[in-house]
């Protein structure tokens, strides 16, 4: 298939799929404790399965979500990256991750939180996918190191969650990147970690750097660090 009908059906994809992501940042990009967001805090409509792509409220145009064109943009861009990467019938489940990695990305951005209405259909989603495209490849025996990547990647990021280092949401994130970086293999979940720890390294190094340029009070930094670990995987699988 021409590289030009690729790009252009995975942005129509993108840009079909975006209300929902959309609403659902809206929804679960909420700060912990507080109760998910059904409704316009200006207006009380409810905030439904679709959102516009303008970032406003449709009852009363107030700011209700992510930023204008944000959120489009960004799937758009994941959608071409999985469609570039599309190489077997595991490609369905990084399109799953794909999705719902926009939607973790932004809630995490916002909020510093990766809510478990969000990495729970995720992980199962991921997990019904690639064995689904594991028995249609005749090698269901992929799903053993599936689990074992998932397995140490969720482990090594719980342990992290212990030592206050990461939020309780990445653990399970991590669960469903290893599984889906595990079908490619050990070498590409390491790429996947290792990218997302030199992502999250710069994106603070920026941080630093413009604080002190516009001599801004120091007060910690804190790096949300979902967007890095998918942004990680997905790299990782672009570059195996
Ligand atoms: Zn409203």
């Known amino acids: 298939m021409p590289v030009v009908t690729v790009v252009a059906g995975a942005v129509l994809v993108a840009l079909l799929l975006a209300p929902v992501l959309r609403a659902l940042v809206a929804r679960f990009a909420v700060p912990e404790g507080e109760p998910w967001c059904e409704a ?14 303008t970032g406003r409220c449709p009852g009363c145009r107030g700011r209700l979500g992510a930023g204008p064109g944000a959120v489009e943009a960004v799937a758009a861009a994941v959608a071409v990256a999985v469609a570039w990467a599309a190489d077997g019938p595991q490609a369905a489940a990084l399109a ?33 996918l690639l064995a689904v495209a ?3 490849e005749g090698r269901p025996g992929v799903l053993l190191r599936c689990l074992l990547v998932a397995l140490a990647v969720g482990a090594l990021l719980e342990v992290a969650v212990q030592i206050g280092a990461l939020g309780p949401g990445d653990s399970p994130l991590g669960l469903a990147l290893g599984g889906l970086l595990g079908w490619y ?13 030199v992502l999250a390294g710069l994106w603070g190094t920026l941080r630093v750097t413009a604080l002190l340029v516009r001599r801004r009070p120091w007060r910690g930094l804190e790096v949300p660090v979902g967007p890095f670990l998918l942004l990680g995987a997905l790299t990782a699988v672009l570059a195996r």
């Open 185 to 197: 293999g050990w070498w590409v979940a390491i790429g996947g970690l290792a990218a997302a720890v």
């Open 96 to 128: 799953w991750a794909g999705a719902f990695g926009v939607a973790l990305g932004f809630t995490d951005a916002r909020v510093r939180r990766l809510p478990y209405r969000l990495t729970g259909p995720l992980l199962a989603g991921v997990a019904v």
């Open 40 to 53: 316009c805090p200006l207006c009380g409509r409810p905030v439904g399965r679709l959102l516009p792509p």
């Open 134 to 136: 594991a028995l249609a």
